[in-house]
């Protein structure tokens, strides 16, 4: 891949503080010379992630997610490399240097897309409060509650009904049909032709968390089937998936860090209602199914969520599951239940701010929502439906780890559906067991993996191992060193993992530096790449050269002595030729010289 100059890509890693930037996403804390805190890439409860910031680097050892603070911006904010590198740029007060011609179209692409989404943004806005084609659109919105505050704030627009209004708008700007079409703003017609995708429709731009417009949904004026669903997204385009974003967090997350909470609603207007009335840290999920990378996201600002969907929408399958992923990733879920018929929007225009406060303040957490969810409209007398419920509720409880937590609700559920206590507990209890044993093993070496404890880095490291993985970290993180100890070593002096990465680090290219380290790294593959940040979040900077040098020629003698044993072993055999003899009693000898020129 096309980069910028290695010498300036060096001064801005040199120039990026990582535990600064990675403090930003995630609170560490001191671990011996390294920093340790919960991975942001993946859900755990015992920190695995580690920065070294001796050298900047960091690793996770729970998922293999690791590298420096470029790979780390790149994952965290769903950039390019480019996007990456500009950012660090200007965080760390320096200028970019040209871009190759390959990175340039790429990077110029994503910015005419992002240019492109911010105009069509622009011209909606235009469209809804300054001329009389909006008007209607305009009324909608001051029904609903909305005025110049909220319009402003959300940039809200209106797509006319025309077919081609915004795709001429666009070309007289510049803009290719192709740019537009990959935009997700028009789409194909017949004989080649194209019209826009969004018509009749009160426009909600949906922006990243750095602010930029990356796509729009649409809400429909008129129930004529001809105008397509109520609803209108854009399609999946280079800057946008949503499975990766949510709706007004590029406002709400100052709020949700400050709060350690978030309220998470269904629809554009549910968020824009909240901002209105001050609940500032209200997102919607664009779509009732969370995703596990909108849980991250989530979980990057704060351990809290209160979910405030409509009554029909929070207990559906699919929400359910959406509401275990966010309980999965570590945050703490609560649900506001509202009344049937209502949603935040309609509840906080009639209502106001006191009475949804009751609801955030009587909000149940996701065990005791499921329950109420399992008995909601169901017939008690029955002894069928009775038995039914139970056996659902036995199932749900005995996946509680916690013995007192399982008891807490056992006793909430007993009291819901006016079953004896202690049959619900024996039940449950029995399915309990039955649990842990069919899920022993599973369990056994999930534990064994990720055990809650303090994590040690060499823990499962013999000493031979980690004098290798020692010396592979000074060899790439220092090329002034690289000869010495190639001059001690080859890449049969390693073993395991060590080995697979000694074979790409050991070459001429290499320890004569004429071909940059980062370009070995590109070449590897998934498990090296990740254990090529391992062992440098792992490297012991304080170490002098001396000390180095040393261990190469430790591992150096340990071969040769190694060597020496197994010839020894051969030369005790009586059947050997005279020949034969011979080459290994010159290999005995080649082999002590150089163990006894080491010493």
């Not at 949503?242 to 309220?263: F, P, T, V």
């Not at 937590?405 to 006793?411: F, L, S």
């Not at 006016?418 to 209890?429: C, I, M, N």
Request: glycine letters at 6%.
């Amino acid at each position: 891949m096309a980069r910028y100059s290695d010498e300036f890509i060096n001064e801005l890693k040199e120039n990026v503080d990582l535990v600064d930037l990675v403090s930003d996403y995630l609170e560490l804390k001191k671990s011996g010379n390294r920093y340790k805190g919960l991975c942001p890439f993946h859900s755990e409860k015992t920190p695995s992630f580690f920065v070294n910031p001796d050298n900047n680097f960091y690793h996770c050892f729970g998922c293999g997610a690791g590298g420096d603070s470029i790979n780390f911006v790149m994952e965290i904010e769903n950039l390019t490399f480019v996007e990456s590198v500009k950012m660090l740029a200007e965080r760390s007060g320096m200028e970019l240097p040209d871009l190759s011609n390959e990175q340039r179209q790429l990077y110029q692409e994503r910015e005419q897309l992002f240019s492109l989404n911010k105009l069509a943004a622009r011209f909606y806005n235009y469209l809804l409060t300054e001329t009389e084609i909006g008007k209607d659109a305009l009324n909608y919105l001051t029904d609903r509650g909305f005025k110049e505050p909220e319009i402003e704030e959300f940039k809200l627009g209106y797509a006319a009904d025309e077919w081609q209004l915004l795709l001429n708008f666009l070309q007289k700007k510049g803009f290719s049909i192709d740019l537009i079409k990959k935009a997700g703003l028009i789409s194909e017609g017949k004989n080649n032709s194209h019209y826009d995708k969004f018509r009749n429709r009160v426009m909600f731009p949906i922006f990243n968390n750095r602010g930029e417009v990356i796509a729009f949904g649409g809400r429909i004026l008129e129930t004529e089937t001809n105008y397509g669903p109520k609803y209108l997204n854009s399609p999946e385009t280079p800057i946008f998936s949503k499975k990766k974003n949510l709706y007004g967090l590029h406002l709400a997350k100052d709020s949700i860090r400050e709060k350690n909470s978030c309220i998470i609603m269904e629809g554009y207007t549910d968020v824009i209602q909240a901002h209105k009335k001050g609940f500032k840290n209200s997102i919607a999920s664009l779509g009732t199914a969370f995703t596990e990378e909108q849980a991250k996201l989530i979980h990057r600002y704060a351990e809290n969520a209160y979910i405030a969907y409509d009554a029909d929408t929070a207990g559906n399958k699919a929400t359910l599951r959406g509401l275990d992923i966010l309980s999965s990733t570590g945050i703490n879920v609560k649900v506001i239940q509202l009344d049937e018929g209502s949603d935040p929007d309609q509840l906080l225009k009639n209502e106001g701010e006191e009475v949804f406060d009751k609801f955030i303040s009587e909000a149940v957490n996701l065990i005791d929502f499921k329950i109420n969810m399992i008995i909601k409209n169901k017939n008690l007398e029955d002894p069928g439906i009775r038995k039914k419920i139970l056996r659902s509720i036995v199932e749900l409880l005995s996946g509680v780890s916690d013995n007192l937590e399982r008891e807490i609700y056992i006793e909430r559920a007993a009291a819901k559906t006016d079953f004896k206590a202690e049959v619900l507990a024996r039940e449950v209890e029995k399915e309990f067991k039955k649990n842990k044993s069919r899920n022993y093993q599973r369990n056994r070496e999930k534990q064994n993996k990720q055990a809650e404890k303090e994590f040690d880095l060499y823990s499962q490291l013999s000493y031979y191992q980690k004098v290798e993985e020692e010396i592979l970290a000074h060899f790439i993180s220092n090329p002034g060193l690289r000869e010495e100890i190639a001059a001690r070593l080859s890449k049969d002096d390693f073993n395991g993992r060590t080995a697979q990465l000694a074979e790409y680090l050991f070459k001429g290219s290499v320890i004569s530096n004429s071909v940059k380290i980062d370009k070995i790294k590109n070449d590897l593959g998934d498990k090296l790449v990740s254990y090529w940040s391992e062992i440098l979040v792992k490297q012991d900077n304080s170490l002098p050269r001396e000390h180095i040098l040393e261990l190469a020629d430790y591992l150096s003698s340990k071969r040769i002595a190694g060597n020496k044993k197994k010839l020894c072993s051969l030369l005790s055999r009586k059947e050997l030729g005279l020949d034969k003899l011979n080459r290994i009693l010159l290999t005995f000898y080649s082999l002590n010289y150089n163990f006894e020129r080491r010493d």
